[in-house]
T-cell receptor, first 109, second 113 residues
């Protein structure tokens, strides 16, 4: 199945720094989602985006649905140690979710 | 309270055995999925059921057989387990809609020895 191109693959940042990651595809999607996965757990939904151009925030997280419907980004402001984990983007087309390759985030206190 | 629950969380078994993983959701969703996450953390769709009907069946060995007794349950049975089947398997559910989200279980870590 199709996988979305997600970058960067990994990030090592100092606590308090802002983080930005993005996801691109050659195909359009109706919905973009961002998930976080902690070790030993399943992915947990962070933000859902339903309209091209939509910008949505959830606390320190902000995500945007690209205007072309082929990309999305996630920003995390003022990172804290508990932001550590793997972040996945996902696009919905028809009845199938396509997942990005993941961004592994390490926050150094 | 758990929305999507799967059991067991850990499963260690010998090659050649047959095993099952169970999944249940209490969200009232009509669509359920099985994903496989490999050591590189890629999430790969295996199967999807909508109202007990198979709607997605990616290229998966036919040793893997999903069964959906009702729309709240989707179990995964694996025959003749192989070393390469070792992975984390996630169940998820959603509503079949243009604007929807998938909710995941906590995963089953399968180790074949």
């Amino acid at each position: 199945g199709q996988q979305l191109n997600q970058s960067p693959q990994s990030m090592f940042i100092q606590e308090g720094e802002d983080v930005s990651m993005n996801c691109t595809s050659s195909s359009i999607f109706n919905t973009w989602l961002w998930y976080k996965q902690d070790p030993g757990e399943g992915p947990v939904l962070l933000i859902a985006l339903y309209k091209a151009g939509e910008l949505t925030s959830n606390g320190r997280l902000t995500a945007q649905f690209g205007i072309t419907r082929k990309d999305s980004f996630l920003n995390i402001s003022a990172s804290i140690p508990s932001d550590v984990g793997i972040y996945f983007c996902a696009g919905l087309r028809g009845n199938q979710f396509y997942f990005g390759t993941g961004t592994s985030l390490t926050v150094i206190p | 309270d758990t929305a999507v629950s799967q059991t067991p969380k850990y499963l260690v078994t010998q090659m050649g055995n047959d095993k099952s993983i169970k999944c249940e959701q209490n969200l009232g969703h009509d669509t359920m999925y099985w994903y496989k996450q490999d050591s590189k953390k890629f999430l790969k769709i295996m199967f999807s059921y909508n109202n007990k009907e198979l709607i997605i069946n990616e290229t998966v060995p036919n040793r893997f057989s999903p069964k959906s007794p009702d729309k709240a349950h989707l179990n995964l049975h694996i025959n003749s387990l192989e070393l390469g089947d070792s992975a984390v398997y996630f169940c998820a559910s959603s509503l079949l809609d243009r604007n929807t989200e998938a909710f995941f279980g906590q995963g089953t870590r399968l180790t074949v020895v």
